[in-house]
Protein backbone atom coordinates (compact mmCIF):
# COMPACT_ATOMS: atom_id res chain seq x y z
CA UNK A 1 0.00 0.00 0.00
CA UNK A 2 1.21 3.60 -0.94
CA UNK A 3 1.57 6.32 2.09
CA UNK A 4 -0.87 9.11 2.40
CA UNK A 5 2.01 11.01 0.98
CA UNK A 6 2.74 8.87 -1.74
CA UNK A 7 -0.47 8.88 -3.15
CA UNK A 8 -0.61 12.66 -3.52
CA UNK A 9 2.18 12.64 -5.23
CA UNK A 10 0.64 10.17 -7.44
CA UNK A 11 -2.73 12.43 -7.53
CA UNK A 12 -0.61 14.80 -8.49
CA UNK A 13 1.39 13.55 -11.29
CA UNK A 14 -1.58 12.08 -12.83
CA UNK A 15 -3.65 15.59 -12.75
CA UNK A 16 -0.12 17.01 -13.93
CA UNK A 17 -0.17 14.81 -16.54
CA UNK A 18 -3.54 15.48 -18.04
CA UNK A 19 -3.51 19.02 -17.51
CA UNK A 20 -0.28 18.63 -19.65
CA UNK A 21 -1.54 16.48 -22.50
CA UNK A 22 -4.91 19.10 -22.48
CA UNK A 23 -2.57 21.60 -23.15
CA UNK A 24 -0.56 20.47 -26.20
CA UNK A 25 -3.88 18.85 -27.69
CA UNK A 26 -5.54 22.36 -27.38
CA UNK A 27 -2.66 24.39 -28.92
CA UNK A 28 -2.24 21.99 -31.79
CA UNK A 29 -6.05 21.95 -32.44
CA UNK A 30 -6.23 25.94 -32.62
CA UNK A 31 -4.23 26.10 -36.28
CA UNK A 32 -5.89 22.98 -37.57
CA UNK A 33 -9.33 24.48 -36.59
CA UNK A 34 -8.29 27.60 -38.72
CA UNK A 35 -8.51 25.30 -41.66
CA UNK A 36 -12.95 25.21 -41.10
CA UNK A 37 -15.18 28.11 -42.25
CA UNK A 38 -16.65 30.04 -39.53
CA UNK A 39 -19.66 28.19 -38.05
CA UNK A 40 -18.68 24.80 -39.53
CA UNK A 41 -17.70 23.59 -36.14
CA UNK A 42 -20.03 22.51 -33.72
CA UNK A 43 -19.29 24.34 -30.51
CA UNK A 44 -17.89 27.42 -32.37
CA UNK A 45 -16.66 29.25 -29.44
CA UNK A 46 -15.05 26.67 -27.51
CA UNK A 47 -13.90 24.51 -30.80
CA UNK A 48 -13.16 27.44 -33.29
CA UNK A 49 -9.80 29.31 -33.73
CA UNK A 50 -9.75 31.52 -30.58
CA UNK A 51 -8.48 35.62 -31.38
CA UNK A 52 -5.72 36.78 -29.54
CA UNK A 53 -7.78 38.51 -27.32
CA UNK A 54 -8.95 34.87 -25.95
CA UNK A 55 -6.18 32.61 -27.14
CA UNK A 56 -3.31 34.23 -24.99
CA UNK A 57 -5.27 34.35 -21.50
CA UNK A 58 -6.26 30.62 -22.18
CA UNK A 59 -2.82 29.60 -23.22
CA UNK A 60 -0.74 31.29 -19.76
CA UNK A 61 -3.89 30.25 -17.95
CA UNK A 62 -3.14 26.44 -18.57
CA UNK A 63 0.83 26.74 -17.89
CA UNK A 64 0.36 28.26 -14.52
CA UNK A 65 -1.84 25.86 -13.30
CA UNK A 66 0.45 23.29 -14.88
CA UNK A 67 3.13 25.35 -13.18
CA UNK A 68 1.53 24.88 -9.86
CA UNK A 69 1.59 21.48 -10.26
CA UNK A 70 4.83 20.63 -11.56
CA UNK A 71 6.90 23.35 -9.83
CA UNK A 72 5.55 23.22 -5.89
CA UNK A 73 6.34 25.66 -2.89
CA UNK A 74 7.25 22.45 -1.37
CA UNK A 75 5.99 19.06 -2.68
CA UNK A 76 6.59 17.36 0.91
CA UNK A 77 4.23 19.74 2.82
CA UNK A 78 0.53 19.20 2.52
CA UNK A 79 -0.26 22.57 3.11
CA UNK A 80 1.62 24.11 1.49
CA UNK A 81 -0.04 21.92 -1.64
CA UNK A 82 -2.86 22.96 -0.93
CA UNK A 83 -1.65 26.79 -1.28
CA UNK A 84 -0.36 25.49 -4.61
CA UNK A 85 -3.94 24.48 -5.41
CA UNK A 86 -5.74 27.70 -4.27
CA UNK A 87 -3.55 29.50 -6.33
CA UNK A 88 -4.84 27.38 -9.22
CA UNK A 89 -8.45 28.21 -8.03
CA UNK A 90 -7.27 31.85 -8.39
CA UNK A 91 -5.77 31.93 -11.59
CA UNK A 92 -8.79 30.35 -12.99
CA UNK A 93 -11.01 32.74 -11.57
CA UNK A 94 -9.31 35.58 -12.46
CA UNK A 95 -8.74 34.43 -15.91
CA UNK A 96 -12.44 33.17 -16.46
CA UNK A 97 -12.84 37.43 -15.39
CA UNK A 98 -10.69 38.44 -17.96
CA UNK A 99 -12.03 36.36 -20.55
CA UNK A 100 -15.50 37.60 -20.17
CA UNK A 101 -14.23 41.55 -20.06
CA UNK A 102 -15.99 43.88 -22.62
CA UNK A 103 -13.47 45.19 -24.77
CA UNK A 104 -15.42 47.36 -26.73
CA UNK A 105 -16.83 49.13 -23.50
CA UNK A 106 -15.50 52.80 -22.43
CA UNK A 107 -16.60 52.38 -19.29
CA UNK A 108 -13.19 51.08 -17.48
CA UNK A 109 -11.16 54.33 -19.51
CA UNK A 110 -13.36 56.46 -17.98
CA UNK A 111 -13.90 55.64 -14.55
CA UNK A 112 -11.51 52.53 -14.00
CA UNK A 113 -11.26 48.92 -13.37
CA UNK A 114 -14.22 47.40 -11.31
CA UNK A 115 -13.01 46.06 -8.29
CA UNK A 116 -13.12 42.19 -9.87
CA UNK A 117 -11.18 43.30 -12.90
CA UNK A 118 -8.67 44.85 -10.74
CA UNK A 119 -7.99 41.81 -8.74
CA UNK A 120 -8.41 39.60 -11.06
CA UNK A 121 -5.94 41.39 -13.23
CA UNK A 122 -3.75 41.86 -9.78
CA UNK A 123 -3.52 37.70 -9.43
CA UNK A 124 -2.57 36.98 -12.79
CA UNK A 125 0.40 39.20 -12.46
CA UNK A 126 1.52 38.03 -8.98
CA UNK A 127 0.46 34.36 -10.06
CA UNK A 128 3.00 35.17 -13.43
CA UNK A 129 5.84 36.49 -11.35
CA UNK A 130 5.88 33.91 -8.68
CA UNK A 131 5.75 31.24 -11.79
CA UNK A 132 8.83 32.76 -12.70
CA UNK A 133 10.21 32.65 -9.82
CA UNK A 134 9.73 29.01 -9.69
CA UNK A 135 10.34 27.53 -13.52
CA UNK A 136 13.07 30.64 -14.25
CA UNK A 137 14.61 31.92 -11.48
CA UNK A 138 14.38 34.37 -9.02
CA UNK A 139 16.33 37.35 -11.27
CA UNK A 140 13.46 37.03 -13.89
CA UNK A 141 10.92 37.85 -11.29
CA UNK A 142 13.08 40.81 -9.87
CA UNK A 143 13.31 42.19 -13.61
CA UNK A 144 9.74 42.64 -13.81
CA UNK A 145 9.02 43.51 -10.59
CA UNK A 146 11.45 46.60 -10.72
CA UNK A 147 10.00 47.52 -14.30
CA UNK A 148 6.22 47.50 -12.54
CA UNK A 149 7.61 49.40 -9.33
CA UNK A 150 9.63 52.00 -12.14
CA UNK A 151 5.73 52.15 -13.85
CA UNK A 152 4.82 53.24 -10.06
CA UNK A 153 7.48 55.89 -9.03
CA UNK A 154 9.09 56.64 -11.89
CA UNK A 155 8.30 60.35 -11.21
CA UNK A 156 10.58 60.40 -8.20
CA UNK A 157 13.64 59.13 -9.86
CA UNK A 158 16.78 61.95 -11.58
CA UNK A 159 15.27 63.49 -14.83
CA UNK A 160 17.87 61.31 -16.66
CA UNK A 161 15.58 58.64 -15.81
CA UNK A 162 12.27 59.86 -14.89
CA UNK A 163 8.81 59.17 -16.12
CA UNK A 164 5.07 59.74 -15.32
CA UNK A 165 4.20 57.69 -12.35
CA UNK A 166 1.00 55.66 -12.96
CA UNK A 167 -1.43 53.77 -9.71
CA UNK A 168 -1.48 50.63 -9.34
CA UNK A 169 -4.77 50.41 -11.53
CA UNK A 170 -3.41 52.23 -14.56
CA UNK A 171 -0.88 49.87 -14.33
CA UNK A 172 -2.71 46.74 -14.48
CA UNK A 173 -5.46 47.80 -16.46
CA UNK A 174 -2.68 48.13 -19.39
CA UNK A 175 -0.83 45.47 -18.75
CA UNK A 176 -3.79 42.93 -18.73
CA UNK A 177 -6.82 44.65 -20.35
CA UNK A 178 -4.95 45.85 -23.50
CA UNK A 179 -2.28 43.87 -26.03
CA UNK A 180 0.22 45.77 -24.98
CA UNK A 181 1.71 44.11 -21.89
CA UNK A 182 0.96 40.78 -20.11
CA UNK A 183 -1.02 39.53 -22.85
CA UNK A 184 1.73 41.15 -25.62
CA UNK A 185 3.82 40.10 -28.24
CA UNK A 186 5.80 38.02 -26.46
CA UNK A 187 3.19 35.81 -24.83
CA UNK A 188 1.68 35.33 -28.44
CA UNK A 189 4.53 33.93 -30.08
CA UNK A 190 4.98 31.78 -27.08
CA UNK A 191 1.70 30.82 -27.77
CA UNK A 192 2.03 29.77 -31.05
CA UNK A 193 5.39 29.67 -33.27
CA UNK A 194 7.28 28.33 -30.14
CA UNK A 195 4.82 26.37 -28.28
CA UNK A 196 4.55 24.27 -31.85
CA UNK A 197 8.37 23.62 -32.32
CA UNK A 198 8.70 22.77 -28.78
CA UNK A 199 6.47 20.07 -29.35
CA UNK A 200 8.20 19.10 -32.43
CA UNK A 201 11.66 18.83 -30.49
CA UNK A 202 9.71 16.89 -27.97
CA UNK A 203 8.04 14.02 -30.45
CA UNK A 204 11.99 14.35 -32.10
CA UNK A 205 13.16 12.64 -28.92
CA UNK A 206 10.37 10.62 -28.43
CA UNK A 207 10.45 8.76 -31.82
CA UNK A 208 14.33 8.53 -31.33
CA UNK A 209 14.66 11.08 -34.45
CA UNK A 210 16.83 13.24 -31.88
CA UNK A 211 18.99 10.29 -31.45
CA UNK A 212 19.43 9.68 -34.96
CA UNK A 213 20.95 13.44 -35.46
CA UNK A 214 23.40 12.86 -32.74
CA UNK A 215 24.17 9.08 -33.99
CA UNK A 216 24.64 10.47 -37.61
CA UNK A 217 27.09 13.14 -36.12
CA UNK A 218 29.24 11.00 -34.25
CA UNK A 219 29.41 8.71 -37.48
CA UNK A 220 30.20 11.79 -39.61
CA UNK A 221 33.26 12.99 -37.62
CA UNK A 222 33.51 10.93 -34.88
CA UNK A 223 37.18 9.64 -36.94
CA UNK A 224 38.51 12.21 -37.45
CA UNK A 225 40.83 13.94 -35.64
CA UNK A 226 39.35 15.45 -32.36
CA UNK A 227 35.95 13.04 -33.46
CA UNK A 228 34.35 13.12 -30.24
CA UNK A 229 34.36 17.19 -30.17
CA UNK A 230 33.39 17.58 -33.60
CA UNK A 231 30.40 15.42 -33.48
CA UNK A 232 29.53 17.52 -30.21
CA UNK A 233 29.27 20.14 -32.63
CA UNK A 234 27.51 19.08 -35.15
CA UNK A 235 24.81 17.55 -32.79
CA UNK A 236 24.37 20.65 -30.77
CA UNK A 237 24.00 22.71 -34.57
CA UNK A 238 21.44 19.74 -35.06
CA UNK A 239 19.47 20.03 -31.70
CA UNK A 240 20.06 23.13 -30.75
CA UNK A 241 18.24 24.39 -33.41
CA UNK A 242 14.98 23.06 -32.37
CA UNK A 243 15.18 22.55 -28.51
CA UNK A 244 14.96 26.24 -27.71
CA UNK A 245 17.87 26.14 -24.38
CA UNK A 246 21.35 26.25 -24.62
CA UNK A 247 20.86 24.55 -21.19
CA UNK A 248 19.31 21.98 -22.08
CA UNK A 249 20.95 21.24 -25.47
CA UNK A 250 24.63 21.24 -23.31
CA UNK A 251 22.65 18.31 -20.75
CA UNK A 252 21.22 16.39 -23.40
CA UNK A 253 24.00 15.68 -25.70
CA UNK A 254 26.93 16.55 -23.10
CA UNK A 255 25.70 13.74 -21.36
CA UNK A 256 26.82 11.97 -24.12
CA UNK A 257 29.42 13.78 -25.95
CA UNK A 258 31.16 14.74 -22.47
CA UNK A 259 32.55 11.76 -21.53
CA UNK A 260 33.86 10.72 -24.97
CA UNK A 261 36.01 13.81 -25.16
CA UNK A 262 37.47 12.87 -21.95
CA UNK A 263 38.26 9.52 -22.81
CA UNK A 264 39.82 10.53 -25.53
CA UNK A 265 42.06 13.23 -23.72
CA UNK A 266 40.63 15.90 -23.71
CA UNK A 267 40.83 17.92 -20.42
CA UNK A 268 37.30 17.98 -18.51
CA UNK A 269 37.26 21.97 -18.90
CA UNK A 270 37.86 21.66 -22.33
CA UNK A 271 34.80 19.06 -22.77
CA UNK A 272 32.48 21.40 -20.90
CA UNK A 273 33.60 24.64 -22.90
CA UNK A 274 33.18 22.61 -26.18
CA UNK A 275 29.59 21.32 -25.80
CA UNK A 276 28.55 24.77 -23.96
CA UNK A 277 30.02 26.53 -27.00
CA UNK A 278 28.40 24.51 -29.42
CA UNK A 279 24.93 24.06 -27.96
CA UNK A 280 24.67 27.92 -27.34
CA UNK A 281 25.01 28.04 -31.27
CA UNK A 282 22.30 26.28 -32.14
CA UNK A 283 20.21 29.30 -30.93
CA UNK A 284 21.51 30.80 -33.83
CA UNK A 285 21.12 27.89 -36.04
CA UNK A 286 18.81 27.73 -39.30
CA UNK A 287 16.12 26.66 -39.74
CA UNK A 288 14.44 26.56 -36.75
CA UNK A 289 16.85 29.20 -34.58
CA UNK A 290 15.65 28.43 -30.80
CA UNK A 291 12.48 30.48 -30.16
CA UNK A 292 13.94 33.71 -30.91
CA UNK A 293 14.09 33.93 -35.12
CA UNK A 294 10.48 33.84 -34.36
CA UNK A 295 10.32 37.19 -32.40
CA UNK A 296 12.28 38.61 -34.74
CA UNK A 297 9.79 37.97 -37.38
CA UNK A 298 7.32 39.81 -35.17
CA UNK A 299 9.49 42.33 -34.44
CA UNK A 300 11.17 43.76 -37.68
CA UNK A 301 7.88 42.30 -39.46
CA UNK A 302 10.30 40.37 -42.26
CA UNK A 303 9.14 37.04 -43.21
CA UNK A 304 10.76 34.09 -41.40
CA UNK A 305 11.32 32.95 -44.18
CA UNK A 306 13.73 35.62 -44.81
CA UNK A 307 15.32 35.82 -41.93
CA UNK A 308 16.57 32.05 -41.99
CA UNK A 309 18.66 33.22 -45.24
CA UNK A 310 19.78 36.21 -43.44
CA UNK A 311 20.98 34.30 -40.39
CA UNK A 312 22.51 31.29 -42.68
CA UNK A 313 25.93 32.76 -43.51
CA UNK A 314 27.02 34.38 -39.65
CA UNK A 315 25.49 30.79 -38.39
CA UNK A 316 27.70 28.83 -40.40
CA UNK A 317 30.76 30.86 -39.59
CA UNK A 318 29.92 30.45 -36.13
CA UNK A 319 30.13 26.94 -35.85
CA UNK A 320 32.90 27.04 -38.64
CA UNK A 321 35.13 29.03 -35.37
CA UNK A 322 34.27 26.25 -32.91
CA UNK A 323 35.15 23.33 -35.22
CA UNK A 324 38.39 25.39 -35.94
CA UNK A 325 39.11 25.47 -32.03
CA UNK A 326 38.21 22.32 -31.56
CA UNK A 327 40.88 21.24 -34.81
CA UNK A 328 43.41 23.18 -32.98
CA UNK A 329 43.24 21.82 -29.66
CA UNK A 330 42.95 18.28 -30.97
CA UNK A 331 45.64 18.71 -33.17
CA UNK A 332 47.71 20.53 -30.93
CA UNK A 333 47.79 17.39 -27.73
CA UNK A 334 48.08 14.73 -30.98
CA UNK A 335 44.84 13.11 -30.48
CA UNK A 336 43.48 10.55 -32.47
CA UNK A 337 40.04 10.13 -34.43
CA UNK A 338 37.40 7.60 -32.21
CA UNK A 339 37.59 3.81 -33.29
CA UNK A 340 34.78 1.73 -34.26
CA UNK A 341 32.57 4.17 -35.54
CA UNK A 342 29.45 3.25 -37.43
CA UNK A 343 29.97 3.56 -41.14
CA UNK A 344 28.20 7.23 -41.64
CA UNK A 345 26.25 6.13 -44.57
CA UNK A 346 24.35 2.81 -42.61
CA UNK A 347 23.22 5.18 -39.65
CA UNK A 348 21.61 7.64 -42.27
CA UNK A 349 20.25 4.98 -44.27
CA UNK A 350 18.98 3.33 -40.80
CA UNK A 351 17.41 6.74 -40.35
CA UNK A 352 16.38 8.17 -43.37
CA UNK A 353 12.68 8.31 -42.92
CA UNK A 354 13.19 11.26 -40.25
CA UNK A 355 15.22 13.38 -42.72
CA UNK A 356 11.34 13.64 -44.70
CA UNK A 357 10.08 15.89 -41.48
CA UNK A 358 13.16 17.56 -41.30
CA UNK A 359 12.84 18.45 -45.06
CA UNK A 360 10.00 19.48 -44.85
CA UNK A 361 9.95 22.00 -41.71
CA UNK A 362 13.00 23.39 -43.59
CA UNK A 363 10.96 23.99 -47.22
CA UNK A 364 7.71 25.39 -45.22
CA UNK A 365 9.45 27.97 -43.35
CA UNK A 366 11.70 29.27 -46.72
CA UNK A 367 8.05 28.98 -48.32
CA UNK A 368 6.71 31.70 -45.58
CA UNK A 369 3.92 28.98 -44.97
CA UNK A 370 2.36 30.25 -40.91
CA UNK A 371 5.67 28.84 -38.46
CA UNK A 372 2.66 27.91 -35.98
CA UNK A 373 1.13 25.81 -38.88
CA UNK A 374 4.83 24.37 -40.20
CA UNK A 375 5.48 23.29 -36.34
CA UNK A 376 2.14 21.37 -36.43
CA UNK A 377 3.52 19.87 -39.90
CA UNK A 378 6.60 19.25 -38.41
CA UNK A 379 4.82 17.45 -35.35
CA UNK A 380 2.31 15.22 -37.47
CA UNK A 381 5.45 14.60 -40.16
CA UNK A 382 7.78 12.88 -37.56
CA UNK A 383 5.05 11.10 -36.28
CA UNK A 384 4.15 9.66 -39.39
CA UNK A 385 7.53 8.56 -40.45
CA UNK A 386 8.21 7.04 -37.64
CA UNK A 387 5.65 4.89 -38.43
CA UNK A 388 7.35 3.93 -41.85
CA UNK A 389 9.90 1.73 -39.97
CA UNK A 390 9.42 -0.85 -37.35
CA UNK A 391 12.26 -0.13 -35.00
CA UNK A 392 10.81 3.75 -34.54
CA UNK A 393 7.13 2.52 -34.55
CA UNK A 394 5.81 4.07 -31.28
CA UNK A 395 2.58 3.35 -29.17
CA UNK A 396 0.10 5.27 -27.24
CA UNK A 397 2.43 5.15 -24.21
CA UNK A 398 4.88 7.37 -26.45
CA UNK A 399 2.58 9.53 -28.28
CA UNK A 400 0.83 10.54 -24.69
CA UNK A 401 4.82 11.03 -23.35
CA UNK A 402 5.65 13.59 -26.51
CA UNK A 403 2.41 15.52 -25.62
CA UNK A 404 3.40 15.61 -22.02
CA UNK A 405 6.85 16.65 -22.53
CA UNK A 406 6.17 19.53 -25.37
CA UNK A 407 3.85 21.53 -22.62
CA UNK A 408 6.15 20.81 -19.73
CA UNK A 409 9.06 22.16 -22.01
CA UNK A 410 6.43 25.04 -22.76
CA UNK A 411 6.30 26.20 -18.74
CA UNK A 412 9.06 28.21 -18.25
CA UNK A 413 9.68 29.49 -22.01
CA UNK A 414 5.82 31.00 -21.60
CA UNK A 415 6.21 32.60 -18.47
CA UNK A 416 9.27 33.65 -19.47
CA UNK A 417 7.60 35.45 -22.61
CA UNK A 418 4.68 37.05 -20.43
CA UNK A 419 7.66 38.70 -17.69
CA UNK A 420 9.02 39.97 -20.94
CA UNK A 421 5.68 41.37 -21.75
CA UNK A 422 5.28 43.32 -18.89
CA UNK A 423 8.99 44.42 -19.18
CA UNK A 424 7.88 45.36 -22.94
CA UNK A 425 4.24 46.71 -21.44
CA UNK A 426 6.13 49.00 -19.11
CA UNK A 427 8.41 50.44 -21.72
CA UNK A 428 5.29 51.44 -23.67
CA UNK A 429 3.55 53.01 -21.08
CA UNK A 430 6.44 54.67 -19.43
CA UNK A 431 8.60 55.80 -22.85
CA UNK A 432 11.76 54.94 -20.83
CA UNK A 433 12.83 52.77 -24.17
CA UNK A 434 13.21 56.56 -25.79
CA UNK A 435 15.33 57.97 -22.66
CA UNK A 436 17.45 54.53 -23.17
CA UNK A 437 17.77 55.10 -26.61
CA UNK A 438 18.80 58.42 -25.74
CA UNK A 439 21.64 56.98 -23.40
CA UNK A 440 23.06 55.09 -25.40
CA UNK A 441 23.77 57.31 -27.88
CA UNK A 442 25.04 60.23 -25.52
CA UNK A 443 27.27 57.83 -23.72
CA UNK A 444 28.99 56.61 -27.02
CA UNK A 445 29.06 59.88 -28.26
CA UNK A 446 27.69 58.57 -31.96
CA UNK A 447 30.42 55.85 -32.20
CA UNK A 448 29.02 52.27 -33.25
CA UNK A 449 31.76 50.75 -31.73
CA UNK A 450 31.33 52.19 -28.44
CA UNK A 451 27.41 51.27 -28.34
CA UNK A 452 27.59 48.28 -29.54
CA UNK A 453 30.13 47.52 -26.33
CA UNK A 454 27.43 49.15 -24.41
CA UNK A 455 25.01 46.53 -25.70
CA UNK A 456 27.13 43.78 -25.23
CA UNK A 457 27.61 44.75 -21.75
CA UNK A 458 23.84 45.54 -21.11
CA UNK A 459 23.12 41.50 -23.08
CA UNK A 460 25.46 40.25 -20.63
CA UNK A 461 23.97 41.24 -17.14
CA UNK A 462 20.06 40.94 -18.44
CA UNK A 463 21.52 37.20 -19.93
CA UNK A 464 22.65 36.17 -16.24
CA UNK A 465 19.15 36.07 -15.43
CA UNK A 466 17.14 36.22 -17.91
CA UNK A 467 16.60 33.49 -20.45
CA UNK A 468 18.29 34.22 -24.33
CA UNK A 469 14.63 34.78 -25.82
CA UNK A 470 13.39 36.89 -22.90
CA UNK A 471 16.64 38.95 -23.00
CA UNK A 472 16.28 39.65 -26.60
CA UNK A 473 13.04 40.78 -26.32
CA UNK A 474 14.26 43.48 -23.74
CA UNK A 475 17.20 44.11 -25.76
CA UNK A 476 15.45 45.00 -28.88
CA UNK A 477 13.00 47.23 -27.32
CA UNK A 478 15.70 49.38 -25.30
CA UNK A 479 18.45 49.31 -27.44
CA UNK A 480 17.21 48.50 -31.45
CA UNK A 481 16.10 52.00 -31.77
CA UNK A 482 19.75 53.38 -30.72
CA UNK A 483 21.23 51.48 -33.03
CA UNK A 484 19.23 52.39 -35.87
CA UNK A 485 20.15 55.87 -34.71
CA UNK A 486 23.67 55.23 -35.34
CA UNK A 487 22.53 53.77 -38.62
CA UNK A 488 22.57 50.10 -38.63
CA UNK A 489 19.49 48.81 -40.75
CA UNK A 490 16.50 47.18 -38.97
CA UNK A 491 17.36 43.46 -39.41
CA UNK A 492 20.85 44.09 -38.55
CA UNK A 493 20.50 46.14 -35.55
CA UNK A 494 18.08 42.87 -34.41
CA UNK A 495 20.58 40.33 -35.59
CA UNK A 496 23.46 41.91 -33.76
CA UNK A 497 21.22 41.89 -30.50
CA UNK A 498 19.77 38.80 -31.01
CA UNK A 499 23.35 36.99 -31.27
CA UNK A 500 24.41 39.02 -28.10
CA UNK A 501 21.62 38.14 -26.49
CA UNK A 502 23.09 34.41 -25.82
CA UNK A 503 26.49 35.54 -24.61
CA UNK A 504 25.43 34.46 -21.28
CA UNK A 505 25.60 30.98 -21.73
CA UNK A 506 29.61 31.02 -22.18
CA UNK A 507 30.74 34.60 -20.79
CA UNK A 508 32.35 34.74 -17.29
CA UNK A 509 31.60 35.31 -14.22
CA UNK A 510 27.99 33.70 -14.57
CA UNK A 511 28.27 31.11 -18.19
CA UNK A 512 25.12 29.47 -17.86
CA UNK A 513 25.71 26.61 -20.26
CA UNK A 514 29.38 25.92 -19.49
CA UNK A 515 28.55 25.31 -15.77
CA UNK A 516 26.14 23.04 -16.65
CA UNK A 517 28.93 21.32 -18.88
CA UNK A 518 30.76 21.47 -15.93
CA UNK A 519 28.59 19.30 -13.73
CA UNK A 520 28.45 16.70 -16.44
CA UNK A 521 31.90 16.93 -17.02
CA UNK A 522 33.08 16.82 -13.35
CA UNK A 523 35.03 20.64 -14.02
CA UNK A 524 35.90 23.25 -12.68
CA UNK A 525 32.98 25.76 -13.13
CA UNK A 526 35.08 29.02 -13.81
CA UNK A 527 37.15 27.34 -15.88
CA UNK A 528 34.95 25.78 -18.06
CA UNK A 529 33.37 28.97 -18.16
CA UNK A 530 36.94 30.47 -19.86
CA UNK A 531 37.00 27.18 -22.37
CA UNK A 532 33.66 28.01 -23.60
CA UNK A 533 34.10 31.58 -23.60
CA UNK A 534 37.59 31.04 -26.17
CA UNK A 535 35.45 28.51 -28.38
CA UNK A 536 32.51 31.03 -28.33
CA UNK A 537 34.17 34.41 -28.83
CA UNK A 538 32.59 34.70 -32.63
CA UNK A 539 29.48 35.69 -30.67
CA UNK A 540 31.30 38.65 -30.24
CA UNK A 541 33.24 39.15 -33.72
CA UNK A 542 30.89 38.61 -35.95
CA UNK A 543 28.43 40.02 -34.83
CA UNK A 544 31.43 43.38 -35.26
CA UNK A 545 31.43 42.39 -38.75
CA UNK A 546 27.52 42.57 -39.13
CA UNK A 547 28.14 45.96 -38.47
CA UNK A 548 30.87 47.26 -40.32
CA UNK A 549 30.49 44.95 -43.26
CA UNK A 550 27.86 43.16 -45.80
CA UNK A 551 27.55 39.90 -44.04
CA UNK A 552 23.60 39.56 -43.97
CA UNK A 553 22.28 38.04 -46.73
CA UNK A 554 19.36 40.76 -47.43
CA UNK A 555 17.40 40.79 -50.76
CA UNK A 556 19.23 44.32 -51.95
CA UNK A 557 22.69 42.81 -51.18
CA UNK A 558 22.89 39.59 -53.29
CA UNK A 559 25.33 36.54 -53.06
CA UNK A 560 28.53 38.05 -54.04
CA UNK A 561 29.32 40.91 -51.46
CA UNK A 562 27.85 38.51 -48.58
CA UNK A 563 30.67 35.70 -49.77
CA UNK A 564 33.23 38.38 -49.86
CA UNK A 565 32.65 39.79 -46.49
CA UNK A 566 32.46 36.06 -45.22
CA UNK A 567 35.72 35.27 -46.42
CA UNK A 568 36.82 38.62 -44.45
CA UNK A 569 35.15 37.25 -41.24
CA UNK A 570 37.22 33.86 -41.47
CA UNK A 571 39.95 34.94 -42.09
CA UNK A 572 39.22 37.23 -38.63
CA UNK A 573 38.44 34.34 -37.50
CA UNK A 574 41.57 32.16 -38.29
CA UNK A 575 43.88 34.80 -37.28
CA UNK A 576 42.33 35.19 -34.01
CA UNK A 577 42.17 31.50 -33.54
CA UNK A 578 46.27 31.46 -34.39
CA UNK A 579 46.58 34.17 -31.83
CA UNK A 580 45.19 32.38 -28.87
CA UNK A 581 45.42 28.94 -29.70
CA UNK A 582 49.80 29.82 -30.99
CA UNK A 583 48.93 26.26 -33.28
CA UNK A 584 47.84 26.25 -37.00
CA UNK A 585 49.50 23.66 -39.00
CA UNK A 586 52.07 23.30 -36.30
CA UNK A 587 53.42 26.06 -33.73
CA UNK A 588 53.30 29.77 -34.59
CA UNK A 589 55.98 31.73 -33.54
CA UNK A 590 55.44 34.92 -31.18
CA UNK A 591 55.98 37.27 -33.85
CA UNK A 592 53.44 35.43 -36.10
CA UNK A 593 50.91 35.45 -33.07
CA UNK A 594 51.75 39.07 -33.05
CA UNK A 595 50.82 39.70 -36.80
CA UNK A 596 47.96 37.55 -36.64
CA UNK A 597 46.52 40.05 -33.93
CA UNK A 598 47.62 42.62 -36.15
CA UNK A 599 45.52 40.58 -38.86
CA UNK A 600 42.20 40.32 -37.00
CA UNK A 601 42.42 44.64 -36.55
CA UNK A 602 43.20 45.23 -40.35
CA UNK A 603 40.25 42.98 -41.15
CA UNK A 604 37.84 44.53 -38.43
CA UNK A 605 38.79 47.91 -40.15
CA UNK A 606 35.48 48.94 -42.26
CA UNK A 607 37.88 49.72 -45.24
CA UNK A 608 38.78 47.80 -48.77
CA UNK A 609 42.40 48.94 -48.76
CA UNK A 610 42.89 47.47 -44.57
CA UNK A 611 41.16 44.11 -45.93
CA UNK A 612 43.76 44.03 -48.72
CA UNK A 613 45.97 44.53 -46.48
CA UNK A 614 44.77 42.53 -43.96
CA UNK A 615 43.76 39.37 -46.12
CA UNK A 616 47.94 39.39 -47.76
CA UNK A 617 49.22 39.79 -44.32
CA UNK A 618 47.21 36.55 -43.05
CA UNK A 619 48.39 34.44 -46.17
CA UNK A 620 52.18 35.46 -45.02
CA UNK A 621 51.38 34.14 -42.27
CA UNK A 622 49.45 31.28 -42.91
CA UNK A 623 52.05 30.26 -45.94
CA UNK A 624 54.86 30.37 -43.08
CA UNK A 625 53.32 28.06 -40.73
CA UNK A 626 52.49 25.77 -43.23
CA UNK A 627 55.84 25.90 -44.59
CA UNK A 628 57.23 25.46 -40.99
CA UNK A 629 55.33 22.43 -40.28
CA UNK A 630 56.71 20.64 -43.99
CA UNK A 631 60.40 21.68 -42.81
CA UNK A 632 59.37 19.68 -39.36
CA UNK A 633 57.70 16.62 -40.74
CA UNK A 634 60.56 16.72 -43.37
CA UNK A 635 63.11 16.59 -40.76
Known sequence: MLSKQNQDHWLIRRIALIAAVGLSIFQLWQPLAGFFPAEFLP???????????????????????LG?????????????????????????????????????????????????????????????????RRSVGLVMTVVGLVFLIYSAFGNV?????????????????????????LYGAPIGIAAGAVFSFVLFGAFLQVTGAGQFLIDLSFAAAGKYRGGPAKASVLASAAMGSISGSAIANTVTTGSLTIPMMKKLGYKPEQAAGIEAAASTGGQIMPPIMGAGAFVMAEFTKIPYGEIVWIALVPAVLYFTSVLLYVHLMAAKAGFKGMQGQPKAWGVFVNGLHFMLPLGLIT?????????????????????LASLLRKHTRIGFKQLVEGLKQGAMLAISISIACAVAGIVVGVIGQTG???????????????????????????ALVLGMGLPATAAYIVLAVMTGPALQELGLALITAHMIIFWLSQSSNVTPPIALAAFAGAGIAGAAPMRSAVEAFKLANGLFVIPLMMAYSPLLLTSEL???????????????????????EGYLFTEVAKVSRWASLLVAGLLVYPNDVSHVAGLVLAAAVFAKNYLDSRQQSSA
Open 432 to 458: VGLQFTESVVSLSGGQLWLALLLVAIA
Open 43 to 65: FESVLGLQPATYFRPIHLCWILC
Open 363 to 383: ALLLWNYSPVLVGVAGTAAVL
Open 558 to 580: GWLPVLGAAVVTMTMIIAVAVCV
Open 157 to 181: LPDVLASKGFSVERIIRFQVFTGAG
Open 68 to 132: FLVYPLNADVRALRWLDFASILLVLWASERILSFDYRSIEHLLNGLSNEDFAAGLIIVAATLEMA
